[in-house]
Each structure stands twice: as structure tokens, then as C-alpha cells.
């Protein structure tokens, strides 16, 4: 992965792969840009989930850990 401007990459986990992004990145534009728009998915950075309506405001930091995954209802 290429991210914008090469003097402000970040290193970060994404569902356990170490990869590059941009800095100043959103999590939405994160995953737009992964192709991992999904419904029902719930994520979450360094251990803590980010409810879906502030993924436009979280802003990817460097060295964070984030899981993205399917939320599956059960009884």
C-alpha cells in the first residue's frame, strides 16, 4: 500500500498486517480505501471499539492496532 505523501506515512496493524497509511487519515477513509466498506461490521483501535457514527471524525494514529470485523448476533 502507497500512502499519499511518502514523508507522512504511518505505520499501523490492520486486522493483524502491518501496513502503511497516511497521516491525517480518517478510519472511514481508511477503510474506503482498503475496500472494506462492510454492513454489520464493528471496529476496533488499540483494544477499544469505535462506535460507526465517529469513524469519520477518528483520525488513524500511528502505531494503532485495528480489527475490523463482522458483529454476529447470537442467543
Not at 13 to 35: I, R, S, Y
Request: proline share 3%.
Amino acid at each position: 500500500m502507497v500512502a499519499r505523501y511518502a514523508e507522512e506515512a504511518m505505520q499501523i496493524l490492520f486486522n493483524d498486517q502491518p501496513m502503511q497509511c497516511a497521516a491525517g487519515q480518517t478510519v472511514h477513509e481508511l477503510l474506503e480505501q482498503l475496500d472494506q466498506r462492510q454492513a454489520g461490521a464493528a471496529l476496533a483501535i488499540n483494544h477499544q471499539i469505535v462506535p460507526r457514527e465517529q469513524w469519520t471524525q477518528h483520525i488513524v494514529q500511528d502505531g494503532d492496532q485495528i480489527l475490523l470485523f463482522q458483529v454476529i448476533a447470537g442467543g
